[in-house]
């Protein structure tokens, strides 16, 4: 059974930083697709960041150049290094995982940014 397990969340002041970790099991796939997505209150879910099988990352605008995702295959565990967080950035964030074209989904970890 694949489990995906989130860390690293809290409350952080405006320009402060979080490193959130996102550890996954039951997974016997080398190459997969992980990376996180995020939901603030009232609205959809949204990509933040995706690692492809082949490990090449894409980020949505609104965090380019701020965070940065990083990747242990041998632990199977991706890291989002979250650096200058604004208010905006406020939302429960999922790690996901694709082996095989099947989605998988963490319980997600909350994110807070405020003064």
């Known amino acids: 059974q694949v489990q995906l397990v989130e860390s690293g969340g809290g409350l952080v002041q405006p320009g402060g930083s979080l490193r959130l970790s996102c550890v996954a099991s039951?997974?016997?796939?080398?190459?997969?697709?992980m990376g996180w997505y995020r939901q603030a209150p009232g609205k959809q879910r949204e990509l933040v960041a995706r690692?492809?099988?082949?490990?090449?990352?894409n980020y949505a605008d609104s965090v380019k150049g701020r965070f940065t995702m990083s990747r242990d295959n041998a632990k199977n565990t991706v890291f989002l290094q979250m650096n200058s967080l604004k208010p905006e950035d406020t939302a429960v964030y999922y790690c996901?995982?694709?082996?095989?074209?099947?989605?998988?989904w963490g319980r997600g970890t909350q994110v807070t940014v405020s003064s």
């Open positions: 690692s492809s099988p082949g490990g090449s990352r």
């Open positions: 039951g997974i016997s796939s080398t190459f997969y697709a």
């Open positions: 996901y995982a694709q082996p095989g074209g099947t989605t998988h």
